[in-house]
Structure formats: structure tokens, C-alpha cells
DNA sequence: GTGAAAGCGCTAACAC
DNA sequence: GTGTTAGCGCTTTCAC
């Protein structure tokens, strides 16, 4: 209102105003414990409020080497997978005083290369890989370089997902979950079983896949690769995908459909109810990461359940136990997940 | 790899290395067009890629007094309709060189002015608010004071919701989208419209109260307020409010129900479908958003489409316009929205 | 308990 | 076309 003057104000005219070196100032107004008289601290903290001061980070984290701010590098933001990892990301990040970045890779490794390097620059404390690992030519070394400047530096770096990267990592049990899952459909008798695998190049999709395979040699039952579907984690293709099934010999047919991950699944229970097919009557279907959106499509859908929020939390708590040293952890922790049942499975009905 | 110091390089050594002035290697690192020979500038590229050097952004934003960093202020990023928008802003700060920090606010006053103060410790470019305005006591008032303060330093502030604040605001109509909406069902042959309302201290969420009203005067329909139900803009809350339907009279009981958001009226759905009412046959229902979710939950949703994407990116151009000095255009711009006619909505049955 | 002064790493006058 | 230097605003020895 008054301020007649365009230059803002630093920690310069606080201490002028206050009657005290900007020495004094600092120790006040960055909150250390260093010893002030508390009738200076006031003066200090009056002045600052006068002059409506605030304080710079900028200048701030140049002296201490600190940004206080971390990145969560996530495939989409808007996919409800990473919505929710980053949310748990962002309470704790909030919490603790951290300013959390949001960065869009849409798997792409151009794209994530030029985040970890602009965050490189920026100087931010920490980084969350909450994808999995991009399996391509070259890419993994290249990342890991580049990463290894992070570390250097001593920024904090950890993934949420199976991945190329030798960092710390909290990851869900996507091999036991699909592994679990499988077992769980043929307990129910199904035997011709589908799977719609996630993106080829994606590590955490691939692991995924070997738990089906992994269930399936368990038990004896050979992989037909007729019914291992290509998908991409993405609800758009999969209608195309599950629509050639009706091409197949009624014998051939799979009985039931195990998708990569949840917006798969859901793709393939549109696809399924376009072509007229009843599930669970017709085809049992079911996912992986429960989503909350599992439970609002019709049918409510069966999936392995993890909970991606507090991945996010556990991996940004994490992350600042590393930054403060004291992270005692193994390297690599995995949780173990579980099979929620719901509508859209069931055993095997009899035929003839 | 080799490097046995721990210190981290700074231009210097890149200016040391290239065998020139720590000015001539800022003119090429900072690639400003200032004439550089071309043999010096390959030198200075070459002596920084050798030593993996990292310009400091934070050192670069305190002499340029610019950060490019931007946030954006989400109720819960973990809410489609704020993914999508965030995913908006995201992409064309990713595109212009700016990072996009996401806060939740959780439509809590105290953590909203809490983030716009740390923004402006940060000395943040810009301050994107997703959300709609919170009407409390004072509130508005206190954030606007902050928010002056943002402004007076340089940074760009703007708003893609109804809102409080005196600042660039770019808008979906909601008024107009919530009038049309109801007008359509009277023209279906809707008489007893209930409206699923959002959180009443929220500015956005009456404005589509207000729509809805004003299409019922209109019509010369007097306003029933026991068809005016609570809501806040989540599913939760919203089977509750739904059931009460139930112990109305039949001939008091609402043939539509209009919901002020898609996540509501996915709520009303589900409520529906729980007490054995069919959508739209017994009863029609549309919600406002059309977020990606609409198309997908059975029936698939009548909703007023706004295309938050492109609003999110609207609105991150609209920034950096105005960062630029180049923002033309009115304060406030309102988008118009349309009616998008889906499953969950159809004529009135003649009864009896 | 307080103050003076040296940088953190960069850019932008201002000389030459 | 290139170099010297003065800060940006803060924290932190080091004196007193």
C-alpha cells in the first residue's frame, strides 16, 4: 500500500529496521538455535512483519546447499496411478517443508533424461522415479549417469517400481501379486487364462508377466502364447486387443482375462461388453494395483490390491531419511500385496 | 569418474578449463545471442561437457530475478478433474522451460496461504489457482494481501476457476453450463429436478447453483428446496444424500437429479443403483465436468463438458503471457461450455 | 549475545 | 569479441 519503492526487501532493511546486524537478523529469522536475547528476537520478528518481509529461498539454499524441493518423475499425472503415488508424495513432502515438482516423461527416456538434468540444475533435493524403468537401448546407462551426478551432489534419488536404476528402492510385489492372482483363477478352474501385458518396454510390466508365466508352469499348464495379448497400460488399445478374442475357436477361447494393470482391465470389460460378452458369466476378468476406481466400474473389478498413496509416502519419508542420513533400510524393499476379490470373476461354469 | 574432489564445479572451472573468462563462458553456457567467436563458444562446450557441468539454476534465477518455476494450486491432485488440469499446465511449462510445482490445498484456507507464502519465499514466476475461490469469513481478504504481495514482486497470478481474487482469470461458464443443463431437462419433460449441490463455501459450486436456479425461474418452476441436496463434490458423501430420495413421497420424488460434478454424480449412480432404482428409466441424471471418467462408468454420463486439459493449458500460456508483458486479452475469459448427451438421461415417461 | 565480512554461482554492466 | 567486477540475498565462520 504505502511502499512507494519497486526494490524488495531482504534481510538488509529487516536488520536496519530492527537495529541490529542482518547477522543477527538471519539468526532469528532462519530459526536456528542459536542464542539471541529475546527482546532482539522480537524487534527482529516485529520488524520482518512490518516490512512484510520474505524471507528468499532461492538465496537461501545457495549458502546451505538445500532446496527443499523434491520431484516426483511420474509416466502421467493424470493416469489415477501416479495421481495417487504423488499424492502421497506431496503430504509428506508438504509436511516436512519440501515443495514438491510434478514431471510428465510419458515414458519417453528424452523426456526423463532432460527432467533429472533440469532438476540437476535447479539443485533439488531429492527424486522420485514412481514409473518403472524403461528397458531400451542404452537407456538404462545413460539414466544411471546422470543420476549418479544427483548422488553426487547429494541429492537423494529412489524409485517406486522395478527398475534399471542401483538407487534405494519401496516397490510393491507386482512378480508374487500376478503370481498370486494366476493361482487364484485356476482355483477357480479356469485353465485357458489371457493376459494383456503392459508395455514391452517397461520393467515392472515385464515382471508382471512372469508371475502369470510363473503360476502358470506351477501348475503344470503350458503358455499358450495365442493368449498372451500385447496391451500398454492404457484403457485405448485394449478394446482391440480383447475383441480378437471372439476370432478364436470356441475351445480356444480364454475363460478368463488377467490384466496388466487396472485401466487395462477396465478397457477390457468395455471392450467385452461392446462385443455382448457377460462377465463374470461369459469371461471372468480382473486387474492389477486397485485403483479407486476399481470398485466404481460395473462390475466392480477384481485386482491385486497395493496402495499407492502410501507407496508415496513411505518413498518420500524415505527419501528424507536418506537426505538426513539416516536411512538404515535394505535397498530394495518390497511389499507384499494382496488379491481383492470382487464381481468380475468367478469359477468356471461347466459347459455342455 | 575420476574426479577425486568432492567440490562441485562451478563455471569457474568451466572458464578455467576453456582458457577464458567466467563472462565469455556465462555468454555461451546462458546462451544469450551476445557474439561469442565461434571457436571460443566450442571450446567453452566442450571444457563443460568434459566436466558434466550443471549450470546452478538457483545462483542464474537470484541475478535474473526469475525462477521458472510456477505452481498450481489444487484442491487434490489426485482428483481427476485437478490431474487433468494440472496435466494442461504441466505440458506447456515443460514446453516454454518451466517447472511445475503441485500443492494440495485440500480446500483448507490455512494450507492455501501457507503454500502462496512459501511460493513467494521461493520467488515462484507464477501462481495458478485450479480451484475455485473459498468464501469464509476474511479469507478472501487475507489472500488477496498475499497475493498482492506476489504481484508487487513480479510474479504472475491467475485463476481458471471462480474466484475471489482480483486477478487474470481464464473460465469455464459455469452459470451458463448448470442453466442449459437444466433447461435440457426440461425440455426432456422434467418437472422435479433435485440439484446434488457442492460445498457451500465454494464459489464455483454456487455459481452452478445459481444456473440451475435460474433456468427453473425461467421456466415459471418454483424452487423446491427439498430438491436442493447437499453435496461436496466428492462420491462419498453423495449415496447418503441420495437415499433420502427414497422416503419422498412418489409423487414429490425428483424424475432427474442434476449433480454439481461428475464425481457427484458418479455418487448419485452408484446410490441409485444400490436402492434398485434404473438410471435413466426411473430416473434421469447428469452431472458437470465431463471428466474422462464419464465415458466409462455404466450408464455413461450426460455431464457439461469443459475440456480441463486445454483449460490447464490455456491457462500456463496465459501465465507466461503475462510474465512475457504480452497479455492482451480481458482480465476475466469465459469459455462456454456444452451439454454432452449420454446413457444416463432420457425423456420423461408418461406415468400412469 | 552481537557484528563484520567472506562467499554460494551466476549474470550484466562497463571497460578495453 | 573478451575480461573485470559488482552484486543478487542469504548464512556462517570468526572476532569481540
Redesign the pocket.
Known amino acids: 500500500m504505502g511502499s512507494r519503492d519497486i ?2 526487501i ?3 532493511q ?2 536496519e529496521r530492527a ?9 532469528v ?2 530459526k ?1 538455535n ?4 529475546e ?3 522480537q524487534r527482529v520478528l516485529a520488524a520482518a512483519a512490518e516490512l512484510n ?4 529461498s ?3 539454499s ?3 546447499q538445500r532446496s527443499n524441493l523434491v520431484a516426483v518423475l511420474v509416466g502421467d499425472n493424470s493416469d489415477p496411478y501416479f495421481a495417487e503415488i504423488t499424492r502421497g508424495v506431496e503430504d509428506v513432502a508438504n509436511e516436512a517443508g519440501y515443495l514438491t515438482i510434478v514431471c510428465n516423461t510419458d515414458r519417453k527416456p528424452a523426456k526423463e533424461l532432460h527432467y533429472v538434468q533440469t532438476l540437476q540444475d535447479l539443485r533439488a533435493d531429492g527424486i522420485i522415479f514412481a514409473g518403472g524403468g524403461l528397458q531400451e537401448p542404452d537407456y538404462p546407462e545413460q539414466l544411471q549417469l546422470k543420476v549418479n551426478e544427483v548422488l553426487r551432489r547429494g541429492g537423494a534419488v529412489i524409485t517406486l517400481s522395478a527398475h534399471t536404476l542401483q538407487v534405494p528402492s519401496i516397490q510393491a510385489d507386482s512378480f508374487g501379486g500376478a503370481r498370486q492372482m494366476t493361482m487364484r483363477l485356476l482355483e477357480l478352474g479356469h485353465r485357458r487364462i489371457a493376459f494383456i501385458a503392459g508395455p514391452s518396454n517397461l520393467l515392472v510390466a515385464n515382471v508382471r508377466l512372469q508371475g502369470y508365466m510363473a503360476a502358470l508352469a506351477e501348475a503344470g499348464i503350458p503358455i499358450s502364447p495365442g493368449l498372451i495379448l500385447q496391451g500398454n497400460f492404457s484403457e485405448s488399445d485394449t478394446e482391440r486387443a480383447v475383441r480378437g478374442l471372439a476370432n478364436l475357436a470356441p475351445e480356444h477361447r480364454p475363460t478368463a482375462i488377467f490384466a496388466a494393470n487396472d485401466e487395462t482391465a477396465i478397457g477390457a470389460l468395455l471392450g467385452l461388453r461392446k462385443m455382448g460378452w457377460k462377465v463374470p458369466e461369459d469371461i471372468s476378468v480382473c486387474g492389477f494395483g486397485d485403483l479407486p476406481l476399481a470398485q466404481r466400474v460395473v462390475p466392480t473389478l477384481t485386482t491385486v490390491h497395493m496402495d499407492l498413496r502410501y507407496l508415496g509416502r513411505a518413498g518420500m519419508t524415505r527419501l528424507i531419511a536418506i537426505l538426513n542420513g539416516e536411512d538404515t533400510v535394505e535397498p530394495l524393499v518390497i511389499w507384499p500385496t494382496s488379491i481383492v476379490e470382487r464381481d468380475s470373476t468367478s469359477a468356471i461354469r461347466v459347459l455342455s
Chains 1, 2 share one sequence.
Open positions: 526494490s524488495s531482504s534481510i538488509v529487516v536488520a537495529g541490529v546486524s542482518v547477522a543477527t537478523a538471519s539468526r529469522i532462519s536456528t542459536y542464542p539471541v536475547s527482546p532482539t528476537r518481509y520474505s524471507p528468499n532461492l538465496a537461501r545457495m549458502k546451505t
